[in-house]
């Protein structure tokens, strides 16, 4: 194995130091599961930060997005029998399920199981040879962390079939369409395509998916050498349950993209502001105001990215701001309404009073529940990491290296 390659993708000796005692565990874990390791082959795919675009990928939008240094690793031998057995760090018994058999299963929604079946059938439909194969998983990406587990994967699914059976030909955007696909059609959860893309393509990049035909677009930026240091902070809430406020997002989106002509709210963008009478009374309202958030949201990315590439950082930090609060007032994602805790929103708060004039803060991933995402001068980041840890816990404040690439076959 490429030692300089992990490095690269860890960040440093002592992170790949980590991660090469991590992959031994995970041999180690595959022996006592299966006998041997004879034949194995190592995958690795990260998870990813949103950095601006909350909610605009499901209406064609743009965004900016990194994978980080947080990842889902599979160690996986081929079998003849069309049977994967996948086990996972944290759960006793195997995920079973036989690829044979690629129909939707309606009892195996929101399950393993059906990300399993649902990458194998899509990438079947696809064109690619699929089949059985053991694997014994390790996951860094934390669940309800906001940095996107359940794309890391499907990501790494999709990663781990391509490597055994297609001697790794599917390229990484269509790899994140394919687990895409996955989640939509046999997890049965709708998501845009936001998160798999950053998974699967790797680095810090500006993606633009107008017509769902995405673009992606590389940026080089180092924010260390900047002299910040982007993390996100576990505030706290459980994402589990959501898949309704989730979905009511897009569809109040593409309600009004509907009423102006459009399929999706990246037809009818220009049409929006001026339109809010003709829409109220005919959408809830908070459809118009979700809608508005697109709006502003999509330009803001553009404006971020070119902010980025003249070296603006006070610029860019306007627009993590700027998007941060569109979230909390447009989107209205921070919270379930009705709850009685609102951690991200006091997140947020605490942030705004340390960071105001030197940093940034926002939102980070679906949001009414999970994280934040702060970007924090070095020299404030053991206050900042005090002052939240004391609040949401030991821990909280995860710091982020943007990763220089997605999903890898490591060999």
């Not at 960040?11 to 599961?33: D, S, T, V």
């Not at 769902?212 to 900047?226: I, R, S, T």
Request: proline share 3%.
């Amino acid at each position: 194995m490429d030692f300089n390659r992990l490095v690269r993708l860890y960040g440093g000796e002592e992170p790949a130091n980590r991660q090469l005692a991590r992959f031994e565990a995970l041999k180690e874990h595959f022996i006592r599961h299966f006998g041997s390791a004879d034949g194995c082959e190592l995958i690795s795919a990260p998870g990813r930060t949103e950095i601006a675009g909350n909610h605009t990928d499901h209406n064609h939008g743009c965004v900016l997005a990194a994978s980080v240094d947080m990842d889902t690793v599979a160690l996986a031998r081929k079998t003849n029998d069309n049977r994967v057995t996948l086990y996972s760090a944290g759960y006793d018994k195997p995920f079973v399920v036989d690829v044979s058999d690629l129909t939707v299963h309606e009892d195996e929604k929101e399950t393993t199981l059906a990300l399993i079946r649902g990458v194998a059938a899509e990438m079947k439909k696809a064109g690619f040879a699929v089949g059985g194969f053991e694997a014994e998983v390790s996951s860094t990406v934390m669940r309800g962390s906001g940095l996107s587990s359940s794309a890391a994967f499907e990501v790494m699914l999709v990663a781990v079939n391509d490597a055994l059976y297609n001697g790794w030909t599917v390229d990484h955007q269509l790899n994140a369409k394919l687990s895409q696909k996955a989640e939509n059609n046999y997890f049965l959860k709708p998501c845009g395509l936001m998160d798999q893309m950053a998974s699967a393509v790797g680095g810090l990049v500006f993606i633009d998916f107008n017509h769902g035909d995405a673009q992606v677009e590389a940026v080089q930026y180092d924010f260390l050498k900047k002299g910040f240091i982007p993390c996100v902070v576990t505030a706290g809430g459980d994402h589990g349950n959501l898949t309704n406020e989730y979905a009511a997002i897009p569809a109040e989106m593409k309600q009004v993209a509907r009423l102006l002509g459009g399929e999706t709210l990246r037809d009818v963008e220009d049409k929006v502001e001026s339109s809010i009478a003709l829409l109220k009374g005919k959408v809830p309202d908070r459809a118009i105001l979700r809608a508005l958030h697109f709006v502003d949201e999509d330009r803001r990315v553009r404006e971020m990215l070119t902010a980025l590439k003249n070296d603006d950082l006070a610029s860019f930090f306007d627009g993590v701001i700027a998007s941060g609060e569109s979230s909390w007032m447009l989107l209205q994602n921070l919270f379930v309404p009705g709850g009685d805790n609102q951690e991200m929103p006091l997140a947020l708060e605490m942030s705004r009073r340390m960071l105001t004039g030197r940093g940034a803060w926002r939102i980070h991933g679906g949001g009414f529940a999970g994280t934040i995402l702060a970007f924090v001068p070095v020299d404030l980041m053991p206050a900042y990491r005090e002052a939240m840890d004391s609040v949401f816990g030991q821990g909280a404040v995860k710091p982020l290296y943007i990763r220089p690439e997605g999903a890898v076959w490591l060999r």
